[in-house]
């Protein structure tokens, strides 16, 4: 991720833009000061018994791993997650020291030797799981017991044992040598719906598989099951770890979650303006001229389209940001560039910066508003954002 403290000279958003023009026509700034302030603001709301856990998958949500994860960890957060092997490793390349949890799967000999070589912290969904991850470990002649999580499936019908199995899978984990149970989790499948009907029964099940192995006199090391939504809704779910994602990035999970917290958005998507034309009436735009002019209008060519991950099926539904104001997108997104109506900017020059998500002036635009236009969600639109775009560190 490029820094403006990386560039000489440089230290002022406008600066910042001049270099992200010269080196690329369209970019992601990642605003740290707001990540450095919802990380404070969740270990705030967190109970204080609760370390929060950094969601950092999918190159953290597409705002750059490796730097999330130092500035949350420098903000609070005490634990950082991840999907898959490489993402671990890649946040160790990147110097970091603290626990990291794998959430997805890890089933092979290789795996399990990066795993540990690493020193990640894998999940564990069933005893065949566990019993390759043993067998590996011996062979390896591995020293010390690996620091495992065991998944419990309580309704979310995706990775994770049985609930209703979690005595039986949590003797067997403990039988074997080279595993050290780190801790016990599920995840909700609801927690995000103003009807809690669904998440409480998970809750329910999650409570009783616990329950089950106290019963057996063994004691938990470490508990969770809150996401963002659920961290949000209810203390009794928060447990020894929150796994928060979204509202680390300034992100509200659903609409009625708002007053519960005050998040600020980290990531603004930005293009230049790289041509501007007058087009006369009747004329088409783009691909299948979607969009015919009614007047002569004003039409600016931006450099950013669907490659860079600007969905083409928003294609004449959204508007930009041009000092300050609003101007529809027209014709259909292409791969690489996207035309706007700039008739109100009649003086609009080419270089000028169109904020695509993020605050000019005024206005401003959100990751939510693309994705109620698209029937999904923010998370979606945001892990879109490719890696050809640059992301640039606001500091």
Not at 7 to 13: L, M, N, T
Not at 71 to 76: H, I, K, P, R
Not at 212 to 241: F, R, V, W
Not at 301 to 307: C, N
């Amino acid at each position: 991720m490029l820094s403006s403290k990386q560039i000489p000279g440089v230290a002022s958003e406008q600066e910042c833009d001049t270099y992200a023009w010269f080196s690329q026509r369209a970019w992601v700034e990642i605003d740290l000061a707001a990540l450095s302030h919802n990380v404070r603001q969740l270990v705030g709301f967190l109970s204080p018994r609760t370390q929060l856990m950094a969601v950092v998958k999918a190159d953290a949500y597409g705002h750059g791993a490796v730097t999330v994860a130092q500035t949350a960890l420098e903000s609070g957060a005490s634990w950082l997650g991840v999907a898959t092997v490489p993402e671990g490793i890649q946040l160790r390349e990147g110097g970091i020291k603290a626990p990291i949890l794998i959430l997805g799967a890890t089933h092979t000999p290789e795996q399990i030797h990066a795993i540990a070589h690493w020193k990640l912290q894998p999940t564990l969904c069933s005893p065949k799981q566990a019993l390759v991850f043993s067998d590996t470990l011996e062979a390896m002649k591995y020293g010390s017991p690996l620091p495992v999580h065991i998944k419990l499936d309580t309704g979310m019908s995706r990775l994770g044992t049985n609930w209703q199995q979690t005595g039986e899978f949590v003797q067997l984990v403990r039988r074997l040598p080279h595993l050290a149970i780190a801790s016990i989790y599920s995840h909700l499948a609801t927690a995000d719906s103003p009807d809690t009907t669904v998440m409480k029964e998970q809750h329910r099940r999650f409570e009783e598989a616990i329950a089950q192995i106290k019963a057996m006199g063994i004691e938990p090391p470490c508990l969770h099951l809150a996401n963002s939504a659920a961290t949000l809704t209810d203390s009794a779910l928060h447990y020894d770890i929150a796994r928060v994602g979204l509202a680390v990035y300034g992100l509200y999970p659903s609409p009625h979650l708002q007053n519960k917290i005050n998040l600020q958005p980290v990531l603004q998507l930005k293009a230049r303006v790289t041509q501007v034309k007058t087009i006369a009436p009747g004329t088409g735009v783009s691909y299948g001229h979607q969009f015919i002019a009614p007047h002569e209008l004003r039409l600016a060519v931006v450099g950013i389209g669907y490659a860079d991950g600007v969905p083409r099926n928003l294609s004449n539904k959204i508007q930009v940001l041009i000092r300050g104001q609003r101007v529809p997108q027209i014709g259909t997104i292409t791969m690489d560039q996207l035309m706007v109506d700039v008739s109100t900017i009649p003086d609009i020059q080419e270089g000028e910066v169109v904020t695509l998500l993020g605050v000019q002036g005024k206005e401003k635009i959100s990751a939510d508003d693309w994705a109620e236009k698209l029937n999904t969600i923010s998370w979606e639109i945001l892990c879109g954002f490719k890696h050809r775009l640059p992301r640039v560190a606001m500091m």
